[in-house]
């Protein structure tokens, strides 16, 4: 019901065509109550393979930037490839060679699961958390399955996976708690830098410079709160889109491994729209005066921040970073106000 709520509220048109799909596949799923114990079986022999696929790609992604949770994550693969194949050992004894192609989305009560591939580059909680959760799934099965079983053999061999599942659900709750080493600390600071504080700072830096002189000249010039706040306003927001197409188109991240450059642009453009309404918002004062004093404290306060993030983060001495930027931002400033007192 809900995925068919989101289809109406994107289109109504498609949406019911969709829904029509949606409730025909629902029509063909059994219930886990109708299958067999030889269909259990094929159904578990199918869900490791499944997760066993699943776990060597969380460990094909993670093993650049977090190896250690990928060799754990590895281990895992491992596991999930003994539970196949005694599940295939018991299955060719009861049953023959021919294994029934079923599968988790035939049945009810399992959850959907995202395809990997579709929400790269993996996010290491992300990972974790779904390893967790395919984990509880698992246990659970195995142990309705388990319950349902008749042969004794079959019985065992489930109740058996259904207490590794548990000791592997407790495995990858631990994976979730796990501290990252300080290698990979180090690494994941890099990518933060890399991704997140590089173009946010760029953008910060010539929202905050950059629309100064538009400003203060329009302030100096019209003497209206009202036409300044006006010009700040397209001066910030013009900034943010050109700095954010500007960011996005610059680098793919395919080499530097600066992140999706949709993402990078976005954080850029962001912040180089925020660092003008900084000092935009005050001329929302109707005494252009007054308006004027607190966007010059506002400056100083942004020209502080973007000091402070040049030390914490770019390793840049506080007196470099303090001097190259309140600088910049005092001859910006001061050409804004000579423009707008021609």
Request: some cysteine; hydrophobic content about 40%; glycine content about 8%.
């Amino acid at each position: 019901m809900l995925e068919a709520r989101r289809l109406l509220d994107y289109d109504p048109i498609p949406a019911t065509s969709q829904i029509r799909k949606w409730n025909n596949h629902l029509s063909f799923m059994r219930s886990f109550d109708s299958l067999s114990e030889k269909e259990i079986l094929a159904l578990a022999i199918s869900q490791e393979e499944e997760d066993a696929r699943i776990y060597d790609d969380f460990a094909d992604g993670l093993k650049e930037n977090h190896p250690e949770q990928a060799l754990q994550f590895s281990e895992l693969r491992r596991d999930e490839d003994s539970h196949r194949h005694r599940l295939l050992d018991l299955y060719r004894g009861r049953f023959g060679e021919h294994v029934p192609l079923l599968r988790r989305q035939d049945v009810r009560g399992f959850v959907r699961r995202r395809p990997v591939w579709l929400v790269r580059p993996l996010g290491l909680k992300a990972v974790q958390k779904q390893a967790e959760l395919m984990e509880l799934e698992t246990k659970r099965f195995y142990e309705a399955s388990a319950r349902r079983a008749t042969d004794a053999g079959v019985r065992q061999l489930l109740g058996d996976l259904a207490e590794e599942e548990r000791h592997h659900a407790q495995i990858a709750e631990r994976i979730a708690l796990t501290k990252l080493s300080e290698e990979e600390s180090d690494r994941q600071k890099r990518l933060f830098v890399l991704q997140i504080i590089q173009p946010g700072l760029a953008g910060l830096m010539d929202g905050s410079v950059s629309t100064l002189a538009p400003l203060f000249a329009a302030a100096f010039a019209t003497h209206s709160s009202l036409d300044t706040f006006r010009v700040g306003l397209a001066a910030s927001v013009g900034a943010g889109i050109s700095m954010g197409f500007a960011e996005a188109l610059s680098d793919d991240g395919s080499l530097t491994g600066r992140g999706h450059p949709w993402a990078r642009g976005l954080v850029c453009g962001l912040m180089t729209a925020l660092g003008g309404l900084g000092h935009t918002m005050p001329y929302l004062v109707p005494d252009v005066h007054t308006a004027t004093g607190i966007a010059g404290a506002v400056v100083l306060v942004e020209l502080g921040i973007i000091s402070w993030v040049r030390h914490r983060y770019m390793d840049t001495p506080w007196s470099s970073a303090t001097l190259q930027v309140m600088l910049g931002g005092l001859l910006v400033f001061l050409v804004g106000i000579l423009i707008g007192s021609s």
